[in-house]
C-alpha cells in the first residue's frame, strides 16, 4: 500500500486509516463530524498528498493544455487557477482537475490519484511539440488546510504572506523551499488554501500546524471539550464537506460515461474555443440537450441515501403511477444541515430544483426534493454561529 | 473498553440484559466505538417477531448503514423513541440511554448460548490485534 510521507504523523495522530485507491490514508482522527465541525468553524488540516501533480511546461504550454481541457485557460494568468476537465473525443470527462498556472510557460496540473497515471499518458500523448509533461509526485506533498482560520493559522504558522490573495489565485511558497507553491482553493466549499511542496517541508508545516492546536487561534470548545486551532482532518470529514459543497467526485458522480453538460458543469465549458478534445461532442450535445443531468436533493428526515440508491419519481396517489428516473451517485447526512443530503443522475427534464422525488434506502420509498447545489455555501457571517446539529 | 458484567453479548456487537422476564436490547461500546458518528436509527414497530440472529433495527454512520440482530428470538414490546430523534445517545451512553428496543423471549433457551462478558471481552481483543491502528 502507498504512503504519503505524513504517514507517521497520522499514525502518531491516532488515526483511523483506510485504504484509498492503494494509499493507507486517514478516514478520520477523532469523528467525521467534529472535523467537519473543525473546517466549517475553526480550521482543517487535511494530508491529500495521494492526489497526482503534473509539471506542464514549455512555449506551447499554454496551447497543449487548452486543447485537452474543456475550460478557456488563455484566460488564466500567471498567478492564477482554473478548475476544469479533460475530457475524451466523446466529450466523456477523463478527470476532474485543477490548472495551476505558476508562471508564464509553467503550469502545475493536480489531478485524482486514481486518475494519475492515466491523465500523464494522455496529457504526453497529446501534447504539442514543444510541450513537456513531467509527473511531479515523487517526493512531494500536498497539504490543505480549510476554514475560515485558515489564513491566520497558516500566517502564523509558516510565516506566508498571504493578504491580497483572492480565491484560486496562486503563489510561490518562499519559506516552504524551491518548487513550493500556496493557492487558495480547496474541494471543502469553506475558504482555505492547497500547499504544494516537498515532502520534507511537508512533513514539518504539517508539525507546526498541528502544533497551534496547543496554542488555539480562538478558544473554541469541541465536542470533546478540548480547545480547536487546527485539526487534522480525514477523508470521512473532507467527503461530507464536498457533498454540503456541491462539489462532484470523480469515479463516484462522475465517470468517462458521463460528460460535463450531464454533470452540470457546463459552466466550465468553453464552447467559443476554436478546438479541443471532445469539443464537437459537446457542441452536438448542448444542441441537442441532454437526456439526463445530475441533481441535488434534500431530504427533510429519514436514512441517508448512498451510492446506488434508485431515485423515483411520480405520483401514484393522484393517480398517476411512478418509475425509476434516475440513481443517486453520492449521499451523506450534511453535519451543518442536520438532514440528508444527495445528488444523483435524473432524466433532465427533472432536475429542476423543486422537483419532488423519492429515495429508494433499502427497499423502502423516502421523499426528497431536488434543491439547488450548493446545499451549504459560506457566508460573511460569524462562522462560530454555524450551527452544526448533533455536534452540541 | 467497557463491558458490563451483568449483560450478554453476541459475535455481531448486541449486548442483552435480562429485566423482569423481558430482554433489553442495544449495541456494545465496541460497536459505537467503530460506528463513530451516528446519525440515524431505525427501530422495529412493536409487535413485530424477530428471529435470533436476523436483523431487527438498522444504525447509520456518516459513512455506512449496518443491521443490528436480535440476540433471542420472541416479540418487541418495546422500542427507544429518544434515539431517532437523538442517534448520538448511541455513542454517548451505549448501554444506558443508548438502548434500541425490549423483547418479550420466544425461546428462554436461546439466552444460555449469548457470550458472557469474558467470552465478548476476548473475542473483540482477538479482533482488534487482528486490525491493528
Sequence with gaps: ?392 | MEIPQALRYTKSHEWAKQDGGEIVVGITAHAQEELRDVVYVELPPVGKAVTQGEPAAVVESVKAAFDIYAPVSGTVTKVNEAIPKSPQLVNQDCYGQGWFFVLKPGQPAEWNALMTADAYATLIQTHSSGSGT
Design chain 1, 1 to 392: 500500500m502507498n504512503r504519503t510521507a505524513l504517514h507517521p504523523e497520522h499514525l502518531k495522530l491516532g488515526a483511523k486509516m483506510t485504504d484509498f485507491n492503494g494509499w493507507d490514508m486517514p478516514l478520520y482522527y477523532t469523528s467525521i463530524l467534529e472535523e467537519h465541525a473543525a473546517v466549517r468553524r475553526t480550521a482543517g488540516l487535511f494530508d491529500i498528498s495521494h492526489m497526482g501533480q503534473v509539471w506542464v511546461s514549455g512555449a506551447s504550454a499554454m496551447q497543449s493544455v487548452n486543447e485537452l481541457v474543456v475550460s478557456d485557460v488563455a484566460q488564466v494568468g500567471e498567478g492564477r487557477a482554473c478548475y476544469t476537465m479533460l475530457t475524451n473525443e466523446r466529450g466523456g470527462i477523463l478527470d476532474d482537475i485543477i490548472v495551476y498556472r505558476v508562471g508564464a510557460q509553467e503550469w502545475l496540473v493536480i489531478v485524482n490519484c486514481a486518475n494519475r497515471a492515466k491523465d500523464l499518458e494522455w496529457l504526453t500523448r497529446h501534447r504539442r511539440p514543444g510541450t513537456e509533461v513531467r509527473d511531479l509526485s515523487q517526493g512531494r506533498a500536498i497539504l490543505a488546510i480549510q476554514g475560515p482560520k485558515s489564513a491566520e493559522a497558516l500566517e502564523r504558522a509558516l510565516e506566508l504572506k498571504l493578504s491580497g490573495m483572492g480565491r484560486f489565485d496562486v503563489i510561490p511558497a518562499a519559506p516552504l523551499g524551491r518548487q513550493a507553491w500556496v493557492a487558495r482553493t480547496g474541494y471543502t466549499g469553506s475558504d482555505g488554501f492547497e500547499l504544494f511542496l516537498p515532502d520534507a517541508q511537508a512533513v514539518r508545516a504539517w508539525q507546526r500546524l498541528i502544533e497551534q492546536r496547543q496554542a488555539p487561534l480562538e478558544r473554541t470548545t469541541s465536542l470533546t471539550g478540548q480547545a480547536s486551532g487546527v485539526m487534522p482532518v480525514g477523508l470521512g470529514a473532507r467527503d461530507t464537506l464536498r457533498l454540503e459543497a456541491g462539489l462532484r467526485l470523480y469515479g463516484t458522480d462522475m465517470d468517462e460515461a458521463t460528460t460535463p453538460l450531464e454533470a452540470d458543469l457546463g459552466w466550465t465549458v468553453a464552447l467559443h474555443k476554436a478546438s479541443f478534445l471532445g469539443k464537437e461532442a459537446l457542441v452536438r450535445q448542448h444542441a441537442a440537450g441532454v437526456s439526463r443531468r445530475l441533481a441535488g436533493f434534500e431530504m427533510s428526515q429519514g436514512p441517508v441515501p448512498r451510492h446506488g440508491c434508485a431515485l423515483w419519481a411520480g405520483t401514484p396517489a393522484a393517480g398517476g403511477t411512478s418509475r425509476q428516473v434516475g440513481q443517486v451517485t453520492s449521499g451523506t447526512f450534511s453535519p451543518v444541515l442536520g438532514k440528508p443530503i444527495g445528488m444523483g443522475y435524473v432524466e433532465a427534464a427533472l432536475a429542476k430544483p423543486g422537483t419532488a422525488l423519492e429515495v429508494d434506502i433499502r427497499l423502502k420509498r423516502h421523499p426528497a426534493t431536488v434543491v439547488k447545489m450548493p446545499f451549504w455555501r459560506k457566508t460573511n457571517g460569524d462562522p462560530s454561529g454555524v450551527t452544526l446539529h448533533q455536534v452540541a
